[in-house]
Structures are given as C-alpha cells and as structure tokens.
C-alpha cells in the first residue's frame, strides 16, 4: 500500500493517471481524498466500483514507474556526465602526448648534435656512466 509521503509527493501526476484510468472520477472526487491513500482508495471505490486491491496495485504501479523513471533519468545524467569526463580526458591526454612526443623529438635532435659536435666528450660522459651503472649492478648485488 502506499504511504502519505509517497501519495503527496507525486500527487498531481497520481490524480491524471486516475482520472486517465477510471474516467468517471472528478477533481471534486479526488479532491476529497487528497493525501490519504485509505481515502483515496475509497473514493474511488465508491465511484467506481473497482477493489480495494486492484486500487492499491494500480497506485503502486504508478508510482513505482515514476520512481523507475526518476532512476532511469539520473543513470543517465550519470551515464553522460561520465561520457563528458573521459571526452575532457582523451583530450587533454592527447595534447599532452603531442607535447611531450613534440619535446622528446627535440631533445633528440639536441643529444644527436651534440654527439656529432663533441664526439670525445660524449664518449667520455657514456662511459663513465657504463661504469657507474656497471659498479651499481656489481656492488649492489652482492648484498
């Protein structure tokens, strides 16, 4: 059965289904039963002829749907706001893979004309860095 709170809240839109459903109930009807579901469920029996638990599912059905389409609606404003959040992050990933491969580029270019600019100096910074790493490897795996 529904509740007050539940009836109250979704009033005018359980009023049009009503109306919709059993047309020979009024607003003046309805009017009278306004926030009281065992009201409600009267007077329309009364008007109608309908049972008590027919009235009851048809009300829960109604608002259920709408609560089905309030959740219905928020996974989709969920749903987009996630769509939106990872469009901003391919972008922004996108310009940053063009900078950094941009940069990288560059920085290649600088170390090959250094290289061919200062061939002994390179070659002496490139082996006194095999050695490092070479006493780092020896060194540190004899612990």
Do not use: C
């Not at 007050?4 to 839109?13: I, P, S, V």
């Not at 608002?63 to 469009?87: G, H, I, K, P």
Request: no cysteine; charged share 20%; glycine share 10%.
């Amino acid at each position: 059965m529904v509740n007050r709170q539940e009836l109250q809240g979704h009033w005018n839109e359980v009023k049009g289904r009503l109306k919709e459903h059993w047309g020979q109930l009024t607003e003046d009807d309805l009017q009278q039963a306004r926030g009281s579901a065992e009201q409600l469920v009267g007077v329309v029996q009364q008007k109608t002829g309908a049972t008590q638990n027919e009235i009851e599912k048809f009300l829960d059905s109604v608002l259920n749907r709408n609560f089905t389409d309030q959740a219905s609606e928020t996974v989709q404003q969920y749903s987009e706001a996630a769509q939106a959040a990872a469009a901003d992050a391919a972008a922004y990933a996108r310009q940053n893979y063009q900078r950094l491969a941009s940069q990288s580029g560059e920085y290649g270019a600088k170390l090959a004309d250094t290289v061919r600019t200062r061939p002994g100096e390179s070659l002496a910074i490139a082996f006194g860095l095999g050695i490092a790493a070479g006493a780092i490897l020896f060194f540190g795996n004899k612990k």
